[in-house]
């Protein structure tokens, strides 16, 4: 089955979270089934996957939900939603504003080969309507020694990795986002201990199929009717890979 791990819940329907915070690592190393709909992992540092009914953040600028514990996906699983808040939004009507991933919430994702994969400085992936106005990241993102198979893809932000584009109602909707900010970096290199590359192509492969999309604030956004307004990003993005990329310094795509 799929795994969901989180520093405060693994999978959450219907909580409500008012300064609630982690401050531990996270970590899976596990193997979950293959093909799950719509992600086999959900890792955050403060909750995995949101299903079912919204799940409230309760936050104001001076008191918040936020992790500072590291997130690490080094697993054999090959479609991940990971994030230093929450892995995987799928709870339409969510709230996760003013939801904060601060300086030691670094997350990595390394040594593994995959289809397809999020990652967020606070939230990995959406799936579901939400609003997450004012969340903020200060954690570094990092990927070592990815191999992504040919039809698969990285979608990355310093704040959000993306909207899953697959999914039609979430393409159509017009969402305004307002006031993120993001002051980590996003790595995909080589790793400095052992010298690990960053995101590669399968062995044999030529070209990949799909494009995979790199941001400062959101990876993949503003092409489906999503706006950002306010938003600000001080990290640096640095991407060394085989991959058809799309990067921006605020936006992938």
């Known amino acids: 089955g799929g795994i969901f791990v989180g520093g405060v819940v693994g999978k959450s329907n219907a909580g409500t979270y008012v ?41 104001t600028a001076t008191a ?28 339409e009507g969510s709230e996760l504003s003013y939801l ?49 198979n040919k039809t698969g893809y990285v979608v990355a932000g310093g704040v959000l ?4 584009f697959a999914n039609k109602t979430i393409q159509s909707a017009e969402v305004t986002f307002r006031g993120l900010t993001n002051e980590g970096d996003v790595e995909c290199a080589s790793k400095k201990v052992d010298g690990a590359g960053g995101c590669n192509m399968a062995a044999g492969d030529a070209s990949m199929q799909n494009y995979s999309y790199i941001g400062g604030i959101c990876g993949v956004g503003e092409a489906y009717s999503k706006y950002f307004l306010d938003c600000v990003n001080s990290g640096l993005v640095d991407i060394d890979n085989q991959l058809q990329t799309r990067m921006g310094g605020v936006l992938g795509y």
């Open 19 to 59: 300064t609630c915070y982690n401050t531990g690592a996270v970590t899976n190393s596990g193997k979950a089934k293959d093909s799950l709909q719509p992600c086999d992992v959900g890792i955050g540092g403060f909750a995995g996957y949101l299903l079912g009914k919204a799940s409230t953040f309760t936050g």
């Open 100 to 148: 904060k991933n601060l300086a030691d919430g670094d997350i990595t994702v390394e040594n593994k080969t995959l289809n397809r994969i999020w990652v967020g400085g606070v939230v990995g992936a959406i799936n579901a309507l939400c609003t997450m106005d004012y969340a903020s990241n200060a954690g570094n993102l990092s990927f070592y020694n990815l191999t992504v």
């Open 64 to 91: 918040y939900n936020y992790n500072s514990g590291t997130v690490l996906d080094d697993s054999e699983s090959t479609y991940v939603g990971a994030g230093g808040c929450v892995g995987f939004v799928n709870a």
């Open 161 to 164: 990795g993306g909207f899953c």
